[in-house]
């Protein structure tokens, strides 16, 4: 069982469109992370959202935290074929002692 | 900015054989490493976290006598995976967290890539 549900999982888009990627869970998190990671290489930390209902922005990237902590959003304006990648969404567990990925999505933004 | 290296980068082996991976955090102190695994289109799976001058602490369903984790320094955390098969094959990242920092920021390092033939 995922602790973190992303969707979807797949999206292949052309390039000038807009998407919004979902991460749900049933937990409370302290704190929620989103990461893009490119094949053969380790993930890359976009953003950290602490509070709920927060929103952060990150040029054509904005990321949502829900107000009850429980889910994320991430939304990408115009997107451009150097945004392809894995998205990923991760929360900490057990007071910072672990930190859970989502199942991912797969983004493929063609020119 | 923080940087984590691992290595090698690929491996390939035989079947049956060990094969030892190495984490360094390469400019902070990291009491706290972890180790995932991905498999190709899927998700990171943690598989351990490795506390220096610990035992590492498994996930559910990862078997510790198989994949061999050492914290031994600050800086430096190795995963050894034993009798290697080919269904271990896959992508293993480690991160580690700075112990200077609040809030659990982990840095991730490159990835190594194992192939068992």
């Known amino acids: 069982t995922q602790l973190l549900e992303q969707s979807p999982q797949f999206l292949s888009i052309q390039e000038g469109e807009n998407l919004t990627v979902y991460c749900n869970s049933s937990s409370v998190f302290s704190s929620l992370q989103w990461y893009r990671q490119e094949p053969g290489e380790g993930p890359v930390l976009l953003v950290t959202?602490?509070?709920?209902?927060e929103v952060k922005k990150l040029k054509r990237l904005t990321f949502q935290f829900g107000d009850a902590r429980k889910d994320s959003s991430l939304h990408i304006t115009a997107a451009q074929p150097g945004d392809t990648g894995l998205y990923l969404c991760?929360?900490?567990?057990?007071?910072?002692?672990?930190?859970?990925f989502g199942s991912g999505t797969k983004l493929n933004v063609k020119p | 900015g923080a940087v984590v290296s691992q290595h090698p980068s690929r491996v390939i082996c035989k079947s049956g054989t060990s094969v030892k991976i190495e984490c360094r955090s390469l400019d902070f102190q990291a009491t706290t490493m972890f180790w995932y695994r991905q498999f190709p289109k899927q998700s990171l799976m943690l598989m351990a976290t490795s506390n220096e001058g610990s035992k590492a602490t498994y996930e559910q369903g990862v078997e510790k006598d198989k994949f061999l984790i050492n914290h031994a320094s600050l800086t430096l955390s190795t995963l050894t995976v034993t009798s290697a098969h080919p269904e271990d094959s896959s992508f293993y990242i480690c991160?580690?967290?700075?112990?200077?920092?609040?809030?659990?920021?982990?840095?991730f390092g490159p990835g190594t890539r194992l192939l068992v033939l």
């Open positions: 959202v602490v509070t709920g209902g």
């Open positions: 991160s580690a967290r700075d112990r200077g920092t609040s809030g659990g920021y982990q840095y």
């Open positions: 991760a929360a900490p567990s057990g007071g910072f002692n672990k930190f859970y």
